[in-house]
């Protein structure tokens, strides 16, 4: 079955310190992949997408590129901010089953 | 325009009772889904609905369990005689279609507790 795995958390960072946070699955065929984004008392949010091999979705400074040779999508952003503070869930749709796969979610904390 | 809303956003009730949840898709979105949130399980997808087509109910956990979407437009979730396993945050997301590539937009998700 499709399963998406993703680094334990919390990871904590200072500000305008370099994020990666990464992400593995295991899906038959090819899966479109999604970042969502949790901030504290609110509901999922869509971060970014890609939906085939060596796309890159990026947004609000975050990217991630579909690397279909290592089955990885690891989040990436050059320079956080304290407001970036949420956890984040990699997630993956395969071709057949309308449904998200999640992963486990990891928590990011920035300190000023 | 308004987003996916979900009610209640709290319930607590004792084993053994039922439940209903419910969910108000964006306006002209085919698809729904219902997924739980929990300590333990993490995300978990629940149903999935398109349009008139029979539901997808590959991820309900027993059945106690069932989903229903009237007018294919509102769902209720029904838990019936609860256990404290089912206590969760369960999240209604609804999309402008089935397609992968489309967007799933999340509602605030209903926490219920078991007491």
Known sequence: ?112 | GAGVSQSPSNKVTEKGKDVELRCDPISGHTALYWYRQSLGQGLEFLIYFQGNSAPDKSGLPSDRFSAERTGGSVSTLTIQRTQQEDSAVYLCASSPTGGESYEQYFGPGTRLTVT
């Open chain 1, 1 to 112: 079955g499709n399963s998406v795995t993703q680094m334990e958390g919390p990871v904590t960072l200072s500000e305008e310190a370099f994020l990666t946070i990464n992400c593995t699955y295991t899906a038959t065929g090819y899966p479109s992949l999604f970042w969502y984004v949790q901030y504290p008392g609110e509901g999922l949010q869509l971060l970014l997408k890609a939906t085939k091999a060596d796309d890159k979705g990026s947004n609000k400074g975050f990217e991630a590129t579909y690397r279909k040779e290592t089955t990885s999508f690891h989040l990436e952003k050059g320079s956080v901010q304290v407001s970036d503070s949420a956890v984040y869930f990699c997630a993956l749709m395969d071709t057949g089953r309308r449904a998200l796969t999640f992963g486990s979610g990891t928590r990011l904390q920035v300190q000023p």
